[in-house]
């Protein structure tokens, strides 16, 4: 600071001392300090001029400004807000006046850093010592006080009070500006929207037009590399800092980078963001005007927070990281990849292709031989993917078992994939031949989002699990209006079910020698709400798959058993009620004691019932449907083979499951009339006489059908012929003037 009388003053020394007066090299200080004088008494202007004449302070000149009414003031405040002191007479137009202005700098104005010294003429006009509190003013000082020392005394003090408020107030300001700008940054998550945050930011502070660049090390090359751009830089976003055209700015930069400080000079502050040399963000931007020693205190505050907004994001980006990637494939993650796959449809490249590669049977292989070797196993495939497939494709790991590649229909092809895995793969230091199937499509539509396309996808792949396992299925449009129907289709019939809007049908079984009533099979029937009759082909399939099928057969059972007993007391029963029993019923536990439930519900004995399970159930676990179907047998209850022939190949099951028929599907029974057609029923009927089991012939619709099957010894039939599946009305009818004579059914 220089004044003339700087050697006499002790608290002027005191101020240069404690260093707030201390430059930062290269800052010029240029702008004064505005100090307003505001008094009626024209000799008081012409003092204060005086006393103050070249006088600096702080490194700045002072400029003072002058006002002889409140209401002079008032205007002059409108348009000059950085006004540091006000030195003000508080008796001028009014006797309050001047307390008039300092409720409007405070309240209207908003001013709060400026800071007030009040002089009066008289002692007697001294405000409270409340309105002194109330109106945060500095000092009071009646007007003989004010001396060219005491003057300078009042205002040195002022000042530096003046500046810790602005840069509190500033700080504070930039915080503000820091936690909004973190919380949208932490939004994007990501270092390079903080980054051009920062720009924004730092020209926001010195009040100039956002021109800068930021910069940091890129993660491959290790060189510092541009991060974010604004402004006449814009477009240099990914260069070398070695490569930037201003040998300036470069320099700058690697100056902040190299020695981990904060670089400030007359047109541009170059703000170092970390805790190390070497490792940190340096962020450059230009000013038009010279750069203020204030601004430069502001900016290594703002820096400091910056710096540890930048850990913070570091550390998210590292969650992120974490939150995206598949632990121990270090491959991106089912979400990731839909951001992948959005990224790409947002290229608007329609040649893309997205396919999703299943290990077959990974549950099984996982159980026979072990987690361990489950996770080996699709290390080898991932290695095996990302070794075919090519850098230009994208390999995520998507669920437990499953792979998404992304990229070029032509290198993305699902023949092309397939034949990745002709070799066997090496796990566990053994060849593994691996089995996979694949869901396929073409990102051909710009209007379907990475999400559904991945569920297009999943569609492509379902199909291709159920019917064309070992292969691959192309997702059609269609597909999609399939999976859609059925979801649909499931809600109806759940609403069907919950509506009572389902009933069962019977379908008699007879001896095909005697013509006798031995059995009725129990259908069920859905009829919607069109007045349609929906088949069960289409809708017990999509119950099996949902779980529903497990209500839902419980119901049949129970409803069959009911008019099992309703006939029994009209003395229209016959033997048994068959009811066909799906695998997921068998898997659920309590089965057994469902079907006694039933049984005792309807007070019927269990041989009165039969349930037909199809060839499927014997691939379930060795062992538990014995158990299950033994307990069935001992109970009572008669078990058969349905659709024998169609199903698993293997017959060994015959054999080793307790079983009391077996049903020729009525494929056989309508292929006979063809030539050499009923080899095959003839087989089946051989197998069940030689297995000792009952036969039991289904699709029968003429009378030369029951002659043929009679003639190769099948025991029963059911059929057309005989009847169709009947209502219990029409059953009940059926039931009282059914022919009784065989020949009724033998003869055309
Ligand atoms: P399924 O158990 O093999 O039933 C015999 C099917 O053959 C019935 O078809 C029946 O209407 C039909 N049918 C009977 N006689 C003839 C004939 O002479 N010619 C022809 N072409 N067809 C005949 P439906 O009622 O459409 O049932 C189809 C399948 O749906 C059943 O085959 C069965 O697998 C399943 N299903 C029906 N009701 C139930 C049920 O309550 N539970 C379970 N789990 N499945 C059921
Ligand atoms: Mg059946
Ligand atoms: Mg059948």
């Known amino acids: 600071m220089t004044t003339p009388h700087a ?37 008081v202007h012409q003092t204060t001029r005086f006393s103050l004449e070249g006088v600096q302070l702080f490194g700045r000149p002072l400029a003072l400004l002058h006002a002889t009414s409140a209401a002079q003031a008032r205007d002059l405040l409108h348009t000059t807000r950085d006004v540091a002191v006000v030195l003000l007479d508080v008796v001028m137009e009014t006797p309050d006046a001047g307390l008039g202005l300092v409720d409007h700098i405070r309240n209207t104005l908003q001013m709060m850093a400026t800071r007030i010294v009040l002089r009066t003429g008289q002692p007697g006009y001294a405000p409270e010592h409340e309105t002194l509190l109330r109106y945060d003013i500095n000092d009071y000082k009646t007007k003989s006080e004010l001396t060219h020392h005491k003057l300078l005394t009042a205002i040195t003090t002022a000042l530096r009070a003046y500046q810790q408020l602005c840069l509190i107030e500033a700080s504070r300001r930039g915080l503000e500006q820091i936690v909004a700008a973190s919380g949208e940054l932490l939004r994007a998550a990501g270092i390079q929207r903080f980054a051009s945050g920062v720009i924004t930011q730092i020209a926001g502070i010195l009040g100039t037009r956002p021109e800068g660049i930021v910069c940091a090390r890129g993660q491959a090359t290790g060189g510092y590399r541009v991060l974010a751009a604004a402004g006449q830089y814009a477009g240099l976003v990914g260069l070398p800092v070695e490569r930037l055209q201003d040998q300036h700015v470069a320099a700058l ?11 400030f ?10 805790e190390r040399q070497g490792d940190g963000m340096a962020a450059f931007v230009q000013s038009d005007a010279r750069i203020q020693a204030m601004d430069v205190q502001l900016l290594r505050v703002f820096c400091t927070n910056l710096t ?36 790409s449809l947002a290229h608007g490249d329609t040649n893309q292709a997205l396919v999703l590669v299943d290990v077959d049977d990974f549950a099984g292989i996982n159980d026979l031989m072990g987690h361990d070797y489950g996770d080996e196993l699709l290390r080898a ?5 990302a070794e075919s497939a090519g850098s230009e494709v994208v390999l995520a790991r998507v669920s437990g078992n499953a792979f998404g590649l992304l990229g070029p229909s032509d290198i993305v092809d699902p023949e092309r994939i397939l034949s990745f895995f002709v070799t066997p793969l090496q796990v566990a230091g053994k060849p593994h031949r691996v089995s996979v199937t694949l869901g396929a499509c073409l990102l051909n539509d710009p209007g379907i989002d990475g999400v559904n396309w991945l569920k297009n996808a999943s569609i492509a792949l379902k199909q291709a699990k159920r019917d064309r396992r070992g292969r691959f299925v192309r997702f059609t449009p269609e597909m999609a209006q399939h999976a859609r129907n059925r979801t649909q289709m499931l809600s109806e019939l759940h609403a069907a079910f919950d509506h009572n809007h389902l009933y069962l049908a019977y379908q008699p079984q007879l001896d095909l020698r005697t013509g006798e009533l031995i059995g009725l099979e129990a259908l069920m029937r859905w009829r919607g709400h069109d007045g349609r009759m929906v088949p069960p082909d289409r809708f017990i399939p999509l119950a099996e798959q949902s779980g529903l099928i497990v209500g839902l057969g419980d119901w049949g059972l129970k409803t069959a058993c009911l008019t099992m007993r309703e006939l029994v007391q009209q003395g229209l029963a016959p033997r048994r009620m068959a009811v066909n029993v799906s695998v997921v019923q068998f898997q659920t536990p309590g089965f057994v004691e469902r079907i006694q439930h039933a049984l005792d519900t309807a007070g019927l004995r269990p041989d ?20 299950l179907l033994e307990r069935l047998r001992a109970m009572g209850v008669s078990i058969s083979i349905d659709d024998f022939g169609t199903g698993y190949s293997s017959l060994s099951y015959l054999e080793r499951l ?5 049903k020729i599907d009525k494929a056989f029974v309508t292929r006979m009339s063809a030539e050499g057609g009923p080899r095959i029923a003839e087989l089946i009927a051989q197998l069940g006489q030689k297995l000792g089991l009952q036969v039991l012939a289904e699709g029968i619709e003429d009378a030369h059908a029951w002659r043929s099957l009679a003639a190769m010894g099948v025991h029963e039939g059911q059929g057309y012929h005989i009847a169709r599946p009947l209502d219990v009305p029409e059953l009940l009818e059926w039931l009282r003037q059914r022919p009784t004579d065989p020949r009724h059914y033998t003869q055309e």
């Not at 930069?253 to 670089?263: D, H, I, P």
Request: negative net charge; glycine residues 6%; aromatic residues 4%.
């Open 381 to 385: 495939m991932a290695k095996r993917l």
């Open 7 to 43: 050697h006499e003053d002790d608290f002027i020394r005191f101020a240069e001392d404690d260093g707030q007066g201390a430059l930062p090299s290269g800052v010029s200080p240029l702008r004064a300090w505005n100090i307003l004088v505001v008094d009626d008494d024209e000799d």
């Open 265 to 274: 000079t007359d047109h541009a502050s170059v703000l170092f963001l970390g």
């Open 658 to 662: 307790p079983l009391d028929r077996i």
């Open 308 to 343: 540890a907004c930048r850990n913070q994001l570091l550390t998210l980006e590292r969650l992120h990281h974490v939150a995206y990637e598949d632990p121990m494939l270090k491959l991106p993650n089912r979400t990731r990849f839909i951001e992948l796959l959005a990224q």
């Open 608 to 627: 009165q019932l039969e349930l037909e399970i199809t060839e499927s159930v014997s691939l379930l676990g060795h062992g538990v449907i014995e158990t």
């Open 253 to 263: 930069l690697e100056q902040a980078l190299q020695s981990g400080q904060s670089v």
